[in-house]
């Protein structure tokens, strides 16, 4: 069992940064790969970024590449998603998940996560 609990989302101006923060309990975090998906409201959740187990791999959607970066630290069973250049489409939910099964790869499709955090709202202001 994995327990996700994302923290560092707000209210930040367009251009600004924000750092997401993901603390995962239990024993399999170092063996997962972890993921941010994205919820904005009345639209369906979206990938944003996913990092291997190792940290050896990463994938970003393309409205985020160039701008956000994911990383992890498995002496701390976190993974972090920092956000620059913020833009006002760029306001959502944002969530972490796990997976448990494809950890070799950092897969963008929610299907292969199952484990998800309850999430963390950021908001952009223009």
């Known amino acids: 069992q994995v327990h996700l609990v994302e923290s560092g989302g707000g209210l930040v101006q367009a251009g600004g940064s924000l750092r997401l923060s993901c603390a995962a309990s239990?024993?399999?975090?170092?063996?997962?790969?972890m993921a941010w998906f994205r919820q904005a409201s009345g639209k369906e959740r979206e990938f944003v970024a996913a990092i291997n187990w190792t940290g050896g791999r990463t994938d970003y959607a393309d409205s985020v590449k160039g701008r956000f970066t994911i990383s992890r630290d498995n002496a701390k069973n976190t993974v972090y998603l920092q956000m620059n250049s913020l833009k006002f489409e760029d306001t959502a939910h944002y969530y972490c998940?796990?997976?448990?099964?494809?950890?070799?790869?950092?897969?963008?499709?929610?299907?292969?996560?199952?484990?998800w955090g309850q999430g963390t709202p950021v908001t952009v202001s223009s």
């Open positions: 239990g024993s399999t975090f170092s063996n997962d790969a």
């Open positions: 998940a796990a997976s448990t099964y494809f950890y070799l790869t950092a897969p963008s499709s929610q299907g292969k996560y199952n484990y």
